[in-house]
């Protein structure tokens, strides 16, 4: 209990001080440039799959509004944002995080929000065994509240919207519809 106190009142923090003016925190594997929200990244790696721009894959789908079908093991949830992780990143201290969540909480202090150990933005990784795991958590179709009642792996969510027949977004060509 005194842990989720704790955490609850570093977000509470992060939240107040995300009015304050940010400097550009750089992390690992983005060439230095700024790491962007976790759903962009995520959104990125699907754009390339797909051949859509990151704005159409945007429009498809809110990867950090998806309904997750079982419960998700501790491990994958970020300690900050208490949500499944999109892009998780790896301190040297051992702990993960969301990118977009340490991006932000690094530009408040440098301890890790759990250990209050020094953090080095730019030593932070990504695990990819961990990204795997995620990929595997089954979600609900976004277009369960039209009818559609499907279940897939989180990595395959885009495939399955572009072929959904719930989904009023997708142009007969099976690319996102230019009206959104």
Not at 10 to 29: C, K, M, N, Y
Not at 125 to 154: E, F, K, Y
Request: proline share 5%; hydrophobic share 35%.
């Amino acid at each position: 209990m005194a842990g989720q106190n704790h955490v609850m009142s570093l977000f509470h923090q992060i939240v107040a001080d995300s009015t304050r003016t940010e400097e550009e925190v750089v992390l690992p594997g983005r060439n230095d440039v700024a790491c962007g929200f976790p759903f962009e990244e995520l959104a990125t790696r699907e754009a390339r799959r797909h051949s859509l721009s990151v704005s159409q894959i945007a429009s498809l789908v809110q990867f950090q509004d998806l309904e997750y079908c079982s419960h998700v093991i501790d491990e994958l949830i970020c300690s900050i944002c208490l949500s499944p992780m999109l892009t998780p990143l790896l301190t040297t201290c051992g702990h993960t995080f969301c990118s977009e969540c340490l991006r932000r909480h690094v530009t408040v202090t440098n301890q890790c929000p759990l250990d209050r150990r020094s953090i080095r933005p730019r030593k932070a990784r990504r695990p990819q065994s961990m990204v795997d795991a995620l990929d595997r958590l089954t979600v609900m179709c976004p277009n369960a509240n039209q009818g559609c009642s499907s279940s897939i792996n989180r990595d395959q969510v885009v495939t399955h919207i572009l072929r959904c027949a719930y989904n009023a977004r997708v142009s007969k060509d099976n690319t996102p519809d230019k009206d959104m």
